[in-house]
């Protein structure tokens, strides 16, 4: 065998042993961080459907969901009863 | 990491197919900019548990912007009032009954005032004649 030989083997070893101690370390890593990331985006799906959740309670709760008008100094209630006062007032 | 995106984006989605009703109409917007009259829009009006509907209100400030509000709503009635379904891109244009999506046009001389119902379906349409007559009902009860 010449020198080369037996460095390039040498060197092949000392790389697949690196790698069978790096490899379990790097393993655990990688699962330590998806499991962080799968814990935040869960808490985040939460607290994001709780939000909807909450949204979608406060719009059951009220008569209306919005009110747009072109002039300052209506209210939205005001608006809200004549939507149901125009309705008893007109003939069907 | 699809999966993470996943979880983040349903909330998301959820939210805006919730929120997308709170918009301004064609219709408001068109009278918005108007001098002469009040416009107001009422997003989910409650008729009953699970109907609601959307309602444009146009207001004419004096006699002056009510004529030319009737004229251009092609209202030729002056008193009581005047009711008709209108068709969704032009609400001054009559449609038959039975035509979806569409105004429920209700003018109020009284109050120089047209209310329009945004009527998608035969549902919506339907709480509206309900609602109509139970509070008619409630009234002359009262």
Partial sequence: ?92 | MKRLVLILLLPLMVLAACSHKQEELPLYRQYAGRQDLTAAQVNGFRLNDTVTVDVVFLVADDSAAWQRLKEEMDIRASEGVTSWMGAINEPACRVKRDVRPAWRAMAIHADRTVAFYRVEDSIQYKALLDYQLDNKMTNTTL
């Fill in chain 1, 1 to 92: 065998m010449t020198f080369e030989s037996i460095w390039e083997q040498e060197e092949r070893q000392g790389l697949q042993r690196r790698l069978r101690q790096d490899y379990p370390a790097w393993l655990r890593r990688r699962r330590q961080k998806r499991r962080t990331a799968g814990g935040l985006a869960t808490v985040a799906a939460i607290a994001l459907f709780a939000a909807v959740a909450l949204y979608n309670n406060t719009l059951t709760t009220k008569d209306y969901e919005s009110v747009y008008c072109n002039r300052a100094g209506t209210t939205d209630a005001q608006w809200v009863a004549l939507a149901g006062k125009t309705l008893t007032r007109a003939m069907i």
